[in-house]
């Protein structure tokens, strides 16, 4: 049984008038839309563990709304094994968003899923939209998750490279997020390969208020800095998409396998 070390912060961004984001860490969540920074450790030993990131978009309080039903519904998958129960939990997830849009008055909103699961030495990763999972080894940083992003169908396709998908203008053009009706498309996520964890390995889940404003160089130095707690990490990644203008709400969960 891997121990985890974990570390959430979460806060609003410098351009934003209300937080859209929402994190799971095991059972919690965040509860308070208004509160412009929050942070949260956890370093209770379990079984597995779930971890997870999701960022709301619909303006107003839809956004926040969308994250926060997909958290809360993940609760109910807690004590599951989400690599068996992964398909009915976005199904249930999404009908619930879609649910919520229809006694909206038909206003869309959504929210992107990226899920992390731990069980034993192993890992796997869920996402649904654009908001990642990295593995950091050693000095090397690898993406788990895959963009659901126009740009990326584009690379995926060899129309773009990655590199020109990564700066391409439709980048933040979602094809997949919860919140899609049946009749439109059937969400489904990516799914990583499983990963072997190893002592001193390093994960991080954010939204793209972070990848936006922040380099996967710049991430992997941040991951990699000695002697600094998940807490402090975490801390240091917020601050440089502050430094680099903070245009966006901001989500991070700090994995340490100790």
Same mark, same amino acid.
């Given at each position: ?5 974990? =570390? ?53 309080? =839809? ?39 229809? *006694?909206?008055?038909?206003? *869309? ?9 731990? *069980? ?10 654009? =908001? *990642? ?105 917020? =601050? ?19």
């Amino acid at each position: 049984m891997s121990k985890i070390e974990c =570390s959430v912060i979460t806060y609003i961004g410098m351009v934003r008038g209300n937080n859209e984001d929402n994190y799971y860490v095991n059972g919690k969540c965040k509860t308070d839309s208004n509160v412009a920074t929050e942070g949260y450790i956890d370093k209770i030993q379990r079984d597995s563990y779930i971890y997870a990131v999701c960022d709301g978009m619909g303006g107003g309080t =839809s956004g926040e709304i969308a994250s926060m039903i997909a958290v809360e519904t993940l609760k109910k998958y807690q004590s599951t094994d989400i690599r068996r129960t992964i398909t009915d939990y976005v199904q249930t997830a999404n009908k619930l968003v879609c649910d919520r849009v229809i *006694r909206n008055g038909g206003v *869309r909103s959504g929210t992107t899923l990226a899920l992390l699961f731990i *069980r034993g030495n192993k890992a796997v990763s869920f996402n649904i939209g654009d =908001s *990642r999972v990295y593995l950091y080894r050693k000095g090397d940083l690898f993406l788990m998750s895959e963009d659901h992003t126009e740009a990326q169908r584009l690379a995926n396709a060899g129309e773009l490279t990655q590199e020109e998908a990564d700066v391409h203008k439709t980048r933040n053009i979602l094809t997949q997020y919860l919140g899609i009706f049946p009749d439109e498309m059937i969400v489904e996520p990516y799914v990583s390969e499983e990963v072997k964890l190893k002592k001193n390995d390093m994960l991080l889940l954010c939204s793209d208020g972070l990848t936006d404003m922040v380099s996967d160089d710049d991430i992997a130095e941040t991951l990699g800095l000695k002697g600094r707690s998940t807490t402090e990490i975490a801390k240091v990644l917020a =601050s440089r998409t502050q430094s680099n203008g903070g245009k966006d709400n901001v989500t991070a969960i700090v994995v340490r396998v100790t």
